[in-house]
């Protein structure tokens, strides 16, 4: 985590050393990143940069920490179901994935560092941030999974963990399928209605299953 120190800069100055490394870290594997180039976009001395970091991992960390926290504020703000009245658990998961592409579009530079941590070579630190990163997002989860059943809209003889389980794998599938809709130009990737289809597909077979209803038991 970041200093006191950096906390207590002015807002603009956090702003641009946030931005400057969330381009650095977009652009380039974590062991080819450079402080150099972070504090020169950042226009502040390398000297500084100590007072406010430990090291370069500390900030990498500290910038996914940060994206991962602005797309739940997201989802909590166009998805009033999450948390208020009339959730239903299909309808709110796939609102969820729509919003999931909106958080996209109006925010290029965090979908390139989600796209650059996919492609990371340094597997100790990918994983060590995945599994960091990874009880946010099994409590975003979690807690769908919970209200659902507490509700009665899901199966109670199905397994909470092995459903939680099957919505983190869900929602890594849904990620992959999204950046390989068109990897040389990903502005086009919104026109096409690809993703969306992945998506109802996916929550068809979530609510309905594999077996042939009509087979024998």
């Known amino acids: 985590m970041p200093t006191q120190t950096f906390f207590n800069l002015p807002e603009a100055k956090r702003t641009r050393i946030i931005e400057a490394a969330t381009r650095e870290f977009a652009a380039y594997a974590f062991d080819q990143a450079s402080i150099a180039r972070i504090i020169e976009q950042a226009g502040i001395p390398r000297g500084s940069f100590y007072q406010y970091f430990e090291n370069l991992k500390d900030l990498y960390k500290y ?10 504020q997201y989802f909590d703000a166009k998805v009033p179901a999450l948390h208020g009245e009339g959730f239903e658990f299909f309808s709110t998961l796939q609102r969820v994935f729509v919003v999931g592409l909106e958080f996209a579009r109006e925010h290029p530079d965090l979908l390139a560092l989600g796209d650059r941590f996919i492609k990371e070579s340094n597997a100790p ?3 060590e941030v995945m ?8 409590g975003f989860y979690s807690d769908m999974l919970r209200r659902g ?3 009665g809209q ?3 003889s199905v ?9 983190k794998g869900m929602h890594a599938a849904l990620v992959e399928t999204y950046l390989a809709l068109d990897q040389s130009n990903p502005g086009l990737v919104f026109e096409d209605d690809a993703y969306l289809k992945s998506i109802n597909n996916l929550l068809q077979l979530l609510a309905h299953g594999l077996k042939n209803k009509e087979a024998l038991p």
């Open 131 to 138: 599994a960091e990163q990874a009880l946010q997002s099994a």
């Open 154 to 156: 899901l199966d109670p």
């Open 149 to 151: 059943f507490d509700l």
């Open 125 to 127: 630190l990918r994983q």
């Open 159 to 167: 397994d909470y963990t092995t459903a939680l389980y099957f919505m």
């Open 63 to 72: 910038i996914f920490d940060l994206s991962v926290e602005k797309k739940l």
